[in-house]
């Protein structure tokens, strides 16, 4: 079973449209995340939910919507996507606190046309 | 301005040979993770530390924190294909902070 997994693995749409990547942990850990890994390999925390709570919203802008229906949980919805926004977006978990190791899904490659 | 800087950004070398990766910033960390990840996948931890000075081995590798906490590095000895991939390093500053990586190629 994969621990942390996400879908869809690729996702190829146009511009303005909305799309959702949605996330999920067998883990049983209490914190999940977001990161966004740009075309120079740069990976950045988008956001962190521990326990359903937000913890860590970075300066991201608010087309980007995260959802936690239970801590196993973690969707990224994006509104009116922009050319900007491509990229591969990681979710990730881990046990407990920030800093701990973090458990990475395969990532979800998104592309706007 | 990244928080951290790795270097080299590429490495390419033949299967055998050594090389050390770095990890520097001005800033001082809790702890440091090392990360590799492969083409389609996400990054898979290597290992952590955590004191100043700390030393770490793993097979053929070798991962070192600066003393002061600002720094570290990873040694890969007599290097092999299977090596090759995307060598990140993070920092925990409250959360963790991700180099921009050095793409490792070993080349049989």
């Known amino acids: 079973d994969t621990a942390v997994s996400q879908t869809p693995k690729y996702l190829v749409t146009q511009m303005g449209n909305d799309k959702s990547i949605k996330c999920e942990q067998n883990l049983g850990h209490d914190t999940m995340y977001w990161y966004k890994q740009d075309s120079k390999k740069f990976l950045k925390i988008m956001f962190s939910y521990n326990n359903k709570e937000l913890i860590i919203n970075e300066t991201v802008p608010n087309r980007f919507s995260p959802k936690s229906p239970d801590k196993a949980h973690l969707n990224l919805h994006i509104n009116s996507l922009e050319l900007g926004d491509s990229a591969v977006y990681f979710c990730?978990?881990?046990?407990?606190?920030?800093?701990?190791?973090?458990?990475f899904g395969s990532g979800t490659q998104l592309s706007v046309l | 301005t990244q928080l951290l800087e790795q270097s080299p950004q590429f490495l390419s070398i033949q299967e055998g040979e050594n090389l050390t990766v770095y990890c520097n910033s001005s800033?001082?960390?809790?702890?440091l993770q090392w990360y590799r990840q492969e083409p389609g996948e996400g990054p898979v931890l290597l290992v952590t530390?955590?004191?100043?000075?700390e030393v770490k081995k793993l097979k053929r590798l070798t991962f070192q924190f600066g003393d002061a906490r600002k720094d570290s590095s990873l040694h890969i000895t007599a290097a092999q294909p299977g090596d090759t991939g995307l060598y990140l390093c993070a920092g925990e500053r409250g959360k963790l902070i991700f180099g921009q990586g050095t793409e490792l190629s070993v080349k049989p």
């Open positions: 990730a978990s881990s046990k407990d606190r920030i800093g701990e190791k973090l458990f």
């Open positions: 530390v955590v004191t100043g000075g």
């Open positions: 800033s001082v960390f809790s702890s």
